[in-house]
C-alpha cells in the first residue's frame, strides 16, 4: 500500500508540474479560460479582408472597387488588356458553356476536357430545363464555339485559344499571371465570339 501510494503522488506531482510549465496562448478566451473561437461575423470579415488585399495588389486602389475586379476577364479590362466588347464576349462565352455543361450533366470547364466533342452529343439533362430549352443551350454554344474553330482558316491553332477561353471565361482563372502568347489567343477567341454575337444580333434585329 505504501508503494502504490508514492507511485501514485509521483504521477500527480509530474502533472501538476507539466501543466505548470506550459504556456498559455495568446488572445481572448471564453469564461472557462480556453481560446475565444471566431465568431461567423469575424471569419466572413477576415475572409473579405483578404479578398480585398488581392484585389488591391492586383489592381490597386482605384480598380479594387470595381466589380470588374472580381472576374479574371474584369481584371484584364481594367487593365486595358481588352475591351469593352471582348470583356462582354468572354462572358457570354463562360455563360454558354456553364449552361452547355448542365445539359451534358458534365464539368465541361475542366483542364482535361476534351474540345473534339460536338456539341449536342452529350445524353445528359440540365436538372431544371426541359428539352425546348435543352436544345436552345446547345445551339447557343456551338454557335461561339464554331466562331472560334473557324479561326483555323485563317490559320490559326485553335486548340490552345479555346483552352484559354475556357480557363479564363469560364473556370475564371487566370487574368493576372499571362504570358503574351495566352493573351493573344484569348483576344483572338474572343473577337471572334464578339464577331458571332454582333451577327446573331443583326439577324434578330
Same mark, same amino acid.
Given at each position: 500500500?505504501?508503494?502504490?501510494?508514492?507511485?501514485?503522488?509521483?504521477?500527480?506531482?509530474?502533472?501538476?508540474?507539466?501543466?505548470? *510549465?506550459?504556456?498559455?496562448?495568446? *488572445?481572448? &478566451?471564453?469564461?472557462? *479560460?480556453?481560446?475565444?473561437?471566431?465568431?461567423? &461575423? !469575424?471569419?466572413?470579415?477576415?475572409?473579405?479582408?483578404?479578398?480585398?488585399?488581392?484585389?488591391?495588389?492586383?489592381?490597386?486602389?482605384?480598380?479594387?472597387?470595381?466589380?470588374?475586379? !472580381?472576374?479574371?476577364?474584369?481584371? #484584364?479590362?481594367?487593365?486595358?488588356?481588352?475591351?469593352?466588347?471582348?470583356?462582354?464576349?468572354?462572358?457570354?462565352?463562360?455563360?454558354? #458553356?456553364?449552361?452547355?455543361? #448542365?445539359? #451534358?450533366?458534365?464539368?465541361?470547364?475542366?483542364?482535361?476536357?476534351?474540345?473534339?466533342?460536338?456539341? +449536342?452529343?452529350?445524353?445528359?439533362?440540365?436538372?431544371?430545363?426541359? !428539352?425546348?430549352?435543352?436544345?436552345?443551350?446547345?445551339?447557343?454554344?456551338?454557335?461561339?464555339?464554331?466562331?472560334?474553330?473557324?479561326? &483555323?482558316?485563317?490559320?490559326?491553332?485553335?486548340?490552345?485559344?479555346?483552352?484559354?477561353?475556357?480557363?479564363?471565361?469560364?473556370?475564371?482563372? +487566370?487574368?493576372?499571371?499571362?504570358?503574351?502568347?495566352?493573351?493573344?489567343?484569348?483576344?483572338?477567341?474572343?473577337?471572334?465570339?464578339?464577331?458571332?454575337?454582333?451577327?446573331?444580333? &443583326?439577324?434578330?434585329?
Amino acid at each position: 500500500m505504501m508503494r502504490t501510494r508514492k507511485t501514485r503522488t509521483v504521477i500527480f506531482q509530474r502533472r501538476e508540474d507539466d501543466m505548470a *510549465g506550459r504556456k498559455r496562448k495568446a *488572445g481572448p &478566451r471564453e469564461a472557462n *479560460g480556453r481560446p475565444k473561437r471566431a465568431s461567423v &461575423r !469575424e471569419k466572413t470579415e477576415d475572409v473579405m479582408g483578404v479578398a480585398l488585399a488581392q484585389r488591391l495588389r492586383l489592381v490597386g486602389v482605384d480598380g479594387a472597387r470595381s466589380q470588374l475586379a !472580381e472576374h479574371p476577364l474584369g481584371r #484584364l479590362r481594367l487593365w486595358n488588356h481588352i475591351n469593352s466588347e471582348q470583356y462582354d464576349a468572354g462572358m457570354e462565352f463562360g455563360k454558354r #458553356l456553364r449552361l452547355y455543361g #448542365l445539359v #451534358l450533366g458534365v464539368d465541361v470547364t475542366g483542364p482535361r476536357t476534351p474540345w473534339s466533342a460536338v456539341p +449536342g452529343a452529350g445524353t445528359g439533362e440540365g436538372p431544371d430545363m426541359d !428539352e425546348a430549352r435543352a436544345n436552345a443551350v446547345k445551339r447557343a454554344y456551338a454557335d461561339v464555339l464554331r466562331a472560334v474553330q473557324e479561326l &483555323r482558316f485563317a490559320g490559326h491553332n485553335t486548340g490552345p485559344v479555346l483552352t484559354v477561353m475556357r480557363k479564363v471565361c469560364a473556370r475564371e482563372e +487566370g487574368g493576372g499571371l499571362m504570358s503574351n502568347t495566352e493573351l493573344g489567343d484569348l483576344r483572338l477567341g474572343l473577337n471572334a465570339v464578339a464577331r458571332a454575337l454582333r451577327l446573331t444580333s &443583326r439577324m434578330a434585329g
